[in-house]
């Protein structure tokens, strides 16, 4: 069983930097790619990043290329999303899942946390 939690939200002004943790307290963590995807109001959820359940491959959105970069510890059972250049467009609640293979399909991801609320100030 997959059981994932986010920190690290919150409130920052347009060109700083967050860093969001996602962890997993189950046993099968490393088996599972990772997904990062972001929800603002009255919006559809969308992707935000991906990564593969060795690391070796990582997706991104065109909107965060270049400012932000995933990355996951299987020993920790912990996947991170570093956000930085942040911009008021970037404000969402920002969830993790997980995935059998790293995509951008909202729907393959099976197992979800509750999400972090971050809000950039301009």
């Known amino acids: 069983q997959v059981q994932l939690v986010e920190s690290g939200g919150g409130l920052v002004q347009a060109g700083g930097s967050l860093r969001l943790s996602c962890a997993d307290s189950g046993r099968t963590f490393s088996s599972y790619a990772m997904g990062w995807f972001r929800q603002a109001p009255g919006k559809e959820r969308e992707f935000v990043a991906s990564i593969s359940w060795g690391g070796t491959r990582t997706f991104y959105a065109d909107s965060v290329k270049g400012r932000f970069t995933v990355s996951r510890d299987n020993a920790k059972n912990t996947v991170y999303l570093q956000m930085n250049s942040l911009k008021p467009e970037d404000t969402a609640v920002y969830y993790c899942?997980?995935?059998?293979?790293?995509?951008?399909?909202?729907?393959?991801?099976?197992?979800w946390g509750q999400g972090t609320q971050v809000t950039v100030s301009s």
């Open positions: 899942a997980a995935a059998r293979y790293a995509t951008e399909a909202v729907h393959e991801y099976k197992y």
